[in-house]
């Protein structure tokens, strides 16, 4: 909200969530109604402004969702960022109902088009109302709006309203709709004028009234962005155009300096009232050509089922800012999921989703175009092993230091915990890593306090091995009821650990450590109150009520850790698997070695290197921070 709200800042739906739609359908449903009952050769009866309110809603929120996407990949590859600035949560929950204003707009056109009769019966296309819609944009409107604007930074108006806008300093294309109600009523009074002129004079058309909306979502979304993309080519041939027409960099200095270019769309009017900011044509210059920012540490992860596409960074922000859990995989995002899932798993490469930065290092995540059962499918090993190889190679040749593999890019059937690469090429200047040392770091701090037993459930994997080996250098007995997963500890650990090794058929301990693999029947057979510490990348299925689940390894990032605001998975906000935080506490230490194969970097090396960076430890118990 703004600093301090004003009359009708609250919209009038905002306690309704999602079901704020429900406020449109009686309209829709009546104009639909009438539009397909109306008869054939009485054409004033058909009221085709009012049928298409319902279709341009659907395209006006498809339109901005294309925009987010294409505006958050682009800020990933960093180039042309105009602002460097973090984009944090807080943002990402003040603008997550950017759609209000659509849903506004539908409103107020199904009222006018009800409460007048000119309005009804409108042709599709009338030339003549383009040129009225024009000629009064350019005048009226964009010359009340900029006054109007400077009225809004005078700090009455600003406190109360214009402030909730101006608290977005990284701009994304939503947030040139981000605006307390009594605000956005008043715009929409402007943005009225060309509209209600072209009904008055018979001009009106249901192509050029929609067009003109769609005109506003173009250029309030192409403003806000975060990076230039006009092209200086337009402004060599077309000179006069640069009064007619902003880019991203020049409306990004109003909020950053916020007493300059106070224009619409047209700059004109701050170059007649002396309100253009002197920096403009520099900064215009500066972003357009751009700066590579190669990334230091670079996170290939994947996906995970189908609706997971939407959970992305690039997907929807705010279900991107909550933890991807059980209940989000619903019909309706499933099917919504199941065209883009498809599309996604086309992609001959990985993509870059998302760039963050601590300290001095450039942290990147690429993420592999393919799902969990891609993964599980022998047929599709091939095909991912070669892009992810092919990542490895990008990695290198970007000058990354650390290539960190995330879920399952690192099973040992797919590449050997990554070592194939390092095989393949023993002179790679990027470390990968894989996280293990620190994984099982985490899951150590997980375990309650005075444990002197565990039950180990799951694969002979890596972390597993190197699990069983850190229990057992703390003298902790390593309980298991797979004689093979027995068989392989003794044959991978030390052999005075061995003492700390028991294969029982009881699952009578307090404390078991979960693979992947756990099996609800072997859940059935735990004790009340017994905490199951997953060493997984993916959750076991909480079936138990009466018992404790704590997190899959992961640790809170540092509070200097910027442009975090997409949660990783299921974990909460501003938390990091283990395996993806391994890497970048690998490249601030400048390990010169890889942690792959066989290779361990060490429990507790990698652990207290974590905390010294400001990493902390995660549970959601609570158990591993308390100690």
């Given at each position: 909200m703004a600093t301090r709200p004003g009359p009708l800042s609250r919209w009038p739906w905002q306690d309704l969530g999602n079901y704020k739609y429900a406020v449109v359908a009686p309209w829709a449903a009546r104009s639909t109604y009438r539009f397909l009952t109306a008869s054939g050769s009485d054409d004033q009866r058909r009221d085709l402004l009012g049928f298409a309110v319902l279709p341009v809603l659907l395209l006006r929120l498809l339109y901005s969702q294309v925009w987010i996407s294409v505006s958050r990949h682009q800020t990933a590859r960093s180039k042309h960022r105009i602002v460097s600035k973090?984009?944090?949560?807080?943002?990402?929950?003040?603008?997550?109902?950017?759609?209000?204003?659509?849903?506004?707009?539908?409103?107020?056109?199904?009222?006018?088009?009800?409460?007048?009769?000119?309005?009804?019966?409108?042709?599709?296309?009338?030339?003549?109302?383009?040129?009225?819609?024009?000629?009064?944009?350019?005048?009226?409107?964009?010359?009340?709006?900029?006054?109007?604007?400077?009225?809004?930074?005078?700090?009455?108006?600003?406190?109360?309203?214009?402030?909730?806008?101006?608290?977005?300093?990284?701009?994304?294309?939503?947030?040139?709709?981000?605006?307390?109600?009594?605000?956005?009523?008043?715009?929409?009074?402007?943005?009225?004028?060309?509209?209600?002129?072209?009904?008055?004079?018979?001009?009106?058309?249901v192509v050029v009234a929609n067009g003109y909306l769609i005109y506003?979502?173009?250029?309030?979304?192409?403003?806000?962005?975060?990076?230039?993309?006009?092209?200086?080519?337009?402004?060599?041939?077309?000179?006069?155009?640069?009064?007619?027409?902003?880019?991203?960099?020049?409306?990004?200095?109003h909020h950053t300096q916020f007493r300059t270019n106070y224009s619409l769309f047209m700059p004109l009017y701050d170059y007649l009232y002396g309100t253009l900011?002197?920096?403009?044509?520099?900064?215009?210059?500066?972003?357009?050509?751009?700066?590579?920012?190669?990334?230091?540490?670079?996170?290939?992860?994947?996906?995970?089922?189908?609706?997971?596409?939407?959970?992305?960074?690039?997907?929807?922000?705010?279900?991107?800012?909550?933890?991807?859990?059980?209940?989000?995989?619903?019909?309706?995002?499933?099917?919504?999921?199941?065209?883009?899932?498809?599309?996604?798993?086309?992609?001959?490469?990985?993509?870059?989703?998302?760039?963050?930065?601590?300290?001095?290092?450039?942290?990147?995540?690429?993420v592999v175009p393919r799902y969990t059962s891609q993964y599980l499918s022998k047929d599709g090993l091939y095909s991912i092993g070669r892009l992810i190889e092919k990542a490895v190679a990008d990695a290198e040749a970007s000058g990354a230091r650390v290539l960190t593999l995330g879920l399952l890019n690192q099973a040992n059937e797919l590449n050997r915990n990554g070592e194939l690469y390092v095989i393949r090429k023993p002179n790679l200047k990027t470390k990968?890593?894989?996280?293990?040392?620190?994984?099982?770091?985490?899951?150590?701090?997980?375990?309650?306090?005075?444990?002197?037993?565990?039950?180990?459930?799951?694969?002979?994997?890596?972390?597993?091995?190197?699990?069983?080996?850190?229990?057992?250098?703390?003298?902790?007995?390593?309980?298991?009821?797979?004689?093979?997963?027995?068989?392989?500890?003794?044959?991978?650990?030390?052999?005075?650990?061995?003492k700390h090794l028991l294969v029982s058929s009881s699952y009578t301990s307090k404390v078991w450590l979960v693979g992947d693999k756990l099996r609800d029947q072997e859940q059935r057979k735990a004790q009340a109150g017994v905490h199951l510490v997953p060493y997984s990348q993916f959750p076991p299925n909480a079936m138990r009520e009466d018992c404790v689940y704590h997190s899959t390894p992961a640790l809170v990032v540092p509070d200097l850790f910027e442009n975090l605001h997409a949660c990783e998975n299921w974990l909460p906000r501003r938390v990091m698997s283990a395996w993806r935080a391994a890497g970048i506490v690998h490249a601030l230490e400048k390990w010169d070695a890889h942690e792959c194969g066989a290779r361990v970097t060490g429990v507790d090396k990698a652990w207290r290197a974590a905390l010294a960076h400001g990493f902390r430890p995660y549970d959601r118990h609570g158990a591993a921070v308390a100690k």
């Open positions: 973090s984009l944090d949560f807080e943002q990402v929950d003040r603008e997550r109902s950017w759609d209000d204003q659509i849903l506004l707009t539908a409103l107020l056109f199904y009222v006018v088009n009800a409460a007048a009769p000119a309005a009804q019966g409108l042709p599709w296309w009338n030339s003549k109302g383009l040129v009225v819609a024009a000629l009064l944009h350019a005048g009226p409107v964009e010359f009340l709006y900029y006054w109007l604007h400077r009225a809004l930074h005078h700090h009455y108006l600003y406190a109360r309203y214009h402030s909730h806008h101006h608290a977005s300093i990284v701009t994304e294309p939503i947030t040139s709709v981000i605006h307390p109600f009594a605000e956005e009523v008043v715009y929409f009074a402007l943005f009225a004028i060309p509209l209600l002129t072209m009904v008055a004079t018979g001009t009106g058309s506003i979502d173009f250029m309030n979304y192409l403003g806000h962005c975060n990076f230039e993309l006009v092209p200086k080519m337009l402004f060599d041939v077309l000179p006069p155009l640069k009064y007619l027409m902003y880019t991203p960099s020049f409306h990004s200095l900011d002197k920096s403009s044509d520099d900064l215009y210059e500066r972003t357009l050509h751009g700066r590579e920012e190669a990334p230091d540490v670079v996170h290939l992860t994947h996906l995970t089922t189908p609706d997971s596409v939407l959970h992305l960074r690039l997907g929807f922000a705010s279900l991107a800012a909550a933890p991807l859990a059980a209940p989000f995989a619903t019909r309706l995002r499933l099917r919504a999921a199941a065209p883009l899932a498809k599309l996604t798993s086309l992609l001959g490469s990985t993509f870059r989703a998302e760039a963050n930065r601590l300290h001095n290092l450039n942290i990147e995540t690429w990968i890593v894989d996280g293990t040392s620190l994984a099982v770091a985490a899951v150590v701090h997980m375990i309650p306090p005075g444990t002197k037993d565990v039950l180990l459930l799951g694969d002979a994997n890596k972390v597993a091995t190197v699990l069983a080996s850190a229990l057992c250098e703390r003298e902790i007995l390593v309980q298991m009821v797979d004689k093979d997963l027995y068989d392989c500890l003794t044959q991978e650990l030390r052999p005075e650990l061995h």
